[in-house]
């Protein structure tokens, strides 16, 4: 059974509650980063694997993409994304994306954004999507950096009156699982290291374009400044890559 906690009722009412979820693209971080990776999608086929809500589907058809498939394992996550689009352009699937069994070269871009840090084998993963690129097609997606899922703690140290003395990193080289906490749940993680995920792109015969790690916007840090931590590590990892 692939792992889904957001069918989960509290689970999912927690997430529904996050800047991500409520804002869309524009509460998230990364964003402003993923995108600048993201090739222009006119009249492009693309896929999102465990595109969630929807935010990234949407976000492809507003820059003129010919269609657009996303795929999530959570029931109640597809139903949200249907419920805020309104476009026969889009259409959604329930899967889990490490089955998915698409056409050879049926698309043209292939985005994901933080779900491969879910999912046992990444290198599986890369060769599911290379066969379902055209040639010449890009494979763009983000995932929690290595730094972060080293620990399943994924937490600060802190000083006796709670202020945040370093990042700790541990057991780097340890791949494998992490049973972290997040919005007050047991989830499965997978840490592997900055070198696999890009060695497992590598051996599946893709190209890297660009290897991106995350930092605040100017914005985000003029709003909230403990966003000014988030320039002592990186949270997150981006890769562009092609298919051959």
Not at 118 to 143: E, N, Q, T
Request: hydrophobic residues 30%.
């Amino acid at each position: 059974m692939k792992q889904n906690k957001y069918d989960n009722p509290n689970f999912f009412s927690a997430y529904e509650q996050m800047p991500r979820s409520v804002k869309g693209l524009e509460g998230a971080g990364e964003w402003h980063i993923l995108k600048e990776l993201i090739p222009d999608l006119k009249d492009k086929s693309v896929l999102d694997l465990g595109c969630g809500f929807g935010w990234h589907c949407r976000y492809a058809r507003q820059q003129q993409a010919g269609s657009v498939t996303g795929i999530d394992i959570s029931e109640k996550m597809i139903q949200r994304a249907c419920e805020k689009t309104n476009d026969p352009l889009i259409s959604y699937i329930k899967a889990p994306i490490e089955e998915i069994d698409f056409s050879d070269s049926q698309f043209d871009v292939v985005i994901s954004s933080l779900t491969f840090h879910y999912i046992k084998s990444f290198k599986s993963i890369c060769g599911k999507v290379y066969d379902s690129l055209k040639p010449g097609g890009s494979f763009v997606f983000s995932v929690e950096h290595p730094i972060f899922t080293t620990r399943k703690e994924q937490d600060w140290y802190y000083d006796e009156q709670g202020n945040r003395l370093h990042w700790p990193v541990d057991n780097y080289q340890k791949e494998g699982v992490r049973e972290a906490s997040f919005l007050n749940e047991n989830v499965t993680k997978y840490h592997r290291t900055v070198s696999t995920y890009i060695n497992n792109l590598i051996d599946t015969d893709f190209m890297i374009k660009a290897v991106k790690e995350s930092f605040p916007s100017d914005e985000m840090s003029k709003n909230d400044p403990q966003m000014e931590d988030e320039n002592r590590r990186p949270m997150f990892l981006m890769i562009s890559a092609n298919k051959k």
